[in-house]
């Protein structure tokens, strides 16, 4: 396989490389990749949206099941192959190193459709690195490129300051003042800001969650990525959230159903967990059959909370951490 990705790259110059192309001899190389371990990552991702939609619904006696998702996740081989030599998408404009506090660390990139489609919906990312480093670069691309250039959204990544040169309560409150500034900005880039969703990796999840306990409101919903949650215990109604863990990462999976767990006894609206066979830390920092699954179930889970005339984020408070 290698010898044919060699032959492939060595016949043509690269400026003459064309998608479709490429596309088309690595689709085929790729079919030999196919593992037990990755398929079976796909579909517990798409199940575990499932059951929690069809828990929710029933729970609520919402008689729309068919708006819960069927089918399999696709399997993008070519675009995951071709990452390391074309990672960016043509479609997608970047703009690096925006200001949204004084300071070098404070400072985010956004990610939009070049034809700005109006009122997108807006993902904001917050990097992981254990609070003392990370940064907006880092991770989350796969999922960015996903929703910019697949559905349109408007993604921003943003950095925070790091300890030990400031405390926790001063990287929460740089998680908030991000919130405020897409709020403010995001009609720039043909977004709406009404629905607004938080991501965050790692420590960044945890950020998120500390943002909404100390009073962030209306976010359309909260999508927690291999995050460390320690004792974080929500004292009341949250977000709708999306919590994806590997089954292997060093942050033991038991100890986030349990927060997963916590949270469902305390807020009315759902917490969709899904846990990744094999898969460890930083699962999707590269283009991969693991984290298009993860993309996707993302997806699903952004058009399920905003297609949801039941879930009034405008009315919804949070309530502090206890």
Same mark, same amino acid.
């Given at each position: 396989m290698v010898r044919h990705?060699?032959?492939?790259?060595?016949?043509?110059?690269?400026?003459?490389?064309?998608? !479709?192309?490429?596309?088309?001899?690595?689709?085929?190389?790729?079919?030999?990749?196919?593992? !037990?371990?990755? %398929?079976? +990552?796909?579909?517990?991702?798409?199940?575990?949206?499932?059951? +929690?939609?069809?828990n929710d619904l029933v729970a609520r006696n919402v008689a729309d099941l068919?708006?819960?998702?069927? /089918?399999?996740?696709?399997?993008?081989?070519? !675009?995951?192959? %071709?990452?390391?030599?074309?990672?960016?998408?043509?479609?997608?404009?970047?703009? %690096?190193?925006?200001?949204?506090g004084a300071g070098p660390d404070r400072t985010l990139d956004v990610y939009h459709r070049r034809d700005l489609p109006a009122g997108a919906p807006v993902l904001l990312h917050f990097h992981g690195g254990g609070f003392y480093s990370g940064s907006k670069a880092r991770e989350a691309r796969p999922l960015i490129r996903h929703l910019t250039s697949r559905r349109g959204f408007v993604c921003v990544s943003a950095n925070y300051r790091l300890q030990p040169h400031v405390t926790l309560a001063d990287q929460v409150a740089d998680v908030r003042s991000a919130i405020a500034w897409v709020r403010a900005h995001a009609a720039e880039y043909g977004a709406e800001p009404g629905r607004l969703f938080v991501a965050g990796s790692?420590? /960044?999840?945890?950020?998120?969650? !500390?943002?909404?306990?100390?009073?962030?409101? /209306?976010?359309?919903?909260?999508?927690? %990525?291999? /995050?460390?949650?320690?004792?974080?215990?929500p004292g009341g109604d949250m977000p709708p959230m999306l919590v994806v863990h590997g089954e292997k990462d060093l942050i033991h999976p038991s100890a986030v159903r349990a927060f997963a767990e916590r949270v469902r006894a305390v807020s009315s609206h759902p917490v969709f967990y899904a846990e990744l066979p094999g898969a460890h830390h930083d699962f999707d920092m590269f283009e991969s059959i693991r984290s298009a699954a993860v993309s996707q179930a993302v997806e699903q889970f952004t058009a399920r909370i905003s297609a949801s005339p039941d879930l009034n984020l405008q009315d919804w408070q949070p309530a502090p951490e206890s």
């Open positions: 990705l060699v032959e492939l790259i060595g016949n043509v110059k690269l400026a003459e490389l064309k998608v !479709r192309d490429v596309d088309c001899a690595l689709g085929k190389l790729a079919k030999r990749l196919s593992t !037990r371990s990755v %398929r079976l +990552a796909r579909m517990i991702l798409i199940q575990a949206i499932r059951n +929690a939609m069809v068919a708006a819960v998702p069927t /089918g399999k996740p696709g399997r993008p081989w070519g !675009r995951i192959l %071709r990452a390391p030599f074309f990672p960016g998408r043509l479609d997608v404009v970047r703009v %690096r190193g925006l200001a949204y790692s420590a /960044g999840a945890n950020l998120a969650i !500390r943002a909404v306990c100390e009073g962030e409101t /209306g976010i359309a919903g909260l999508i927690c %990525r291999y /995050g460390y949650y320690g004792s974080l215990a």
